[in-house]
């Protein structure tokens, strides 16, 4: 939109939980529009890591979101032309697109898991990275690598 910024919609905390963050996990995860089955996915793999992760004191959601926050990267970088070359210039993510780009890479490293269903591997992806290992985690730390390769571009930063 050329003129103002679209109005930040609201998001109603989810059912069980309620909790904001878990509705945007599972908008993202939706298929096709498919909400109540995303829930229905969400909920199992919650109930499949309080099964496995029983001898932690934690309960699954916060088991849930301190896996988010190990796979949430601080950094990143962002193409600048300078002159006639481009620059990959490391820069700090904003915190609205730290949470998305997180929640998008564990459902992205979850549907890329082997497991019969998406709840299982959803709940192993959960596990792994809460355990700080797993394709999520291996992405955040790539992000970081080429960010610290990038540094000398810094003073490029707008």
Same mark, same amino acid.
């Not at 059912?15 to 945007?24: A, C, E, G, S, Y």
């Not at 699954?60 to 002159?83: C, D, F, H, M």
């Given at each position: 939109?050329?003129?103002? %910024?679209? %109005?930040?919609? &609201?998001?109603?905390?989810?059912? %069980?939980?309620?909790?904001?963050?878990?509705?945007?996990?599972?908008?993202?995860?939706?298929?096709?529009?498919?909400? *109540?089955?995303?829930?229905?996915?969400?909920?199992?793999?919650?109930? *499949?890591?309080?099964?496995?992760?029983?001898?932690?004191?934690?309960?699954?959601?916060?088991?849930?979101?301190?896996?988010?926050? !190990?796979?949430?990267?601080?950094?990143?970088?962002?193409? =600048?032309?300078?002159?006639?070359?481009?620059?990959?210039?490391?820069?700090?993510?904003?915190?609205?697109?730290? &949470?998305? &780009?997180?929640? %998008? !890479?564990? &459902?992205?490293? #979850?549907?890329?898991?082997?497991?019969?269903?998406?709840?299982?591997?959803? #709940?192993?992806?959960?596990?792994?990275?809460? !355990?700080?290992?797993?394709?999520?985690?291996? =992405?955040?730390?790539?992000?970081?690598?080429? #960010?610290?390769? !990038?540094?000398?571009?810094?003073?490029? =930063?707008?």
């Amino acid at each position: 939109m050329r003129k103002s %910024k679209p %109005k930040k919609r &609201i998001i109603l905390p989810d059912p %069980k939980f309620n909790d904001v963050l878990v509705t945007r996990f599972v908008n993202d995860m939706m298929v096709d529009g498919k909400k *109540t089955t995303a829930y229905a996915v969400f909920y199992d793999a919650m109930e *499949t890591v309080a099964q496995k992760m029983k001898n932690t004191e934690l309960s699954p959601l916060e088991i849930w979101k301190k896996a988010l926050e !190990n796979v949430t990267p601080q950094v990143e970088v962002k193409s =600048r032309r300078v002159g006639g070359a481009t620059f990959q210039v490391p820069m700090e993510i904003r915190q609205e697109r730290k &949470i998305s &780009i997180s929640i %998008k !890479n564990m &459902i992205l490293y #979850a549907r890329k898991r082997a497991g019969r269903s998406m709840s299982e591997k959803l #709940a192993a992806e959960i596990q792994a990275a809460f !355990n700080e290992e797993g394709g999520a985690v291996k =992405r955040k730390e790539e992000i970081h690598r080429m #960010a610290d390769a !990038n540094r000398a571009f810094a003073h490029f =930063r707008f």
